[in-house]
């Protein structure tokens, strides 16, 4: 079974940096990909980054390239977000996800999310 459980959201100023953490569960190995999403109020949800555990290949939003970095500990099961320069636009509900690549594929960056596990979310907030 599928399980993720993140961790590590908080208030920030902008320009700090902040790390987020989720934890998944066993069942999520080389078959799957995992990252993380974000929704902002009254916006849709939207990838951030993530990555593929078979190969490690990472995919980033362009809005996030360069400042964010994701990474995974295989031996613990812990994907991470280190989250740099924040700014304002960076404000949002962030949920991890995994989903089993099929066809080479791992998410949709805006959708559908057929397939897809979430976790809970954790919540950014990045004030002036």
């Known amino acids: 079974q599928v399980q993720l459980q993140e961790s590590g959201g908080g208030s920030v100023q902008t320009g700090e940096s902040l790390t987020l953490s989720c934890a998944t569960s066993?069942?999520?190995?080389?078959?799957?990909?995992v990252g993380w999403f974000r929704q902002a109020p009254g916006k849709e949800r939207e990838a951030v980054a993530y990555l593929y555990i078979g190969d490690g290949d990472r995919y980033y939003s362009d809005s996030v390239k360069g400042r964010f970095t994701i990474d995974r500990d295989h031996a613990n099961d812990l994907v991470y977000l280190q989250m740099t320069s924040l700014k304002r636009e960076d404000t949002a509900m962030y949920y991890c996800?995994?989903?089993?690549?099929?066809?080479?594929?791992?998410?949709?960056?805006?959708?559908?999310?057929?397939?897809?596990?979430w976790g809970q979310g954790t919540q950014v907030t990045v004030s002036s």
């Open positions: 996800a995994a989903r089993r690549r099929t066809g080479g594929h791992c998410f949709s960056p805006r959708g559908p999310y057929d397939g897809v596990y």
């Open positions: 066993e069942y999520v190995d080389a078959r799957y990909c």
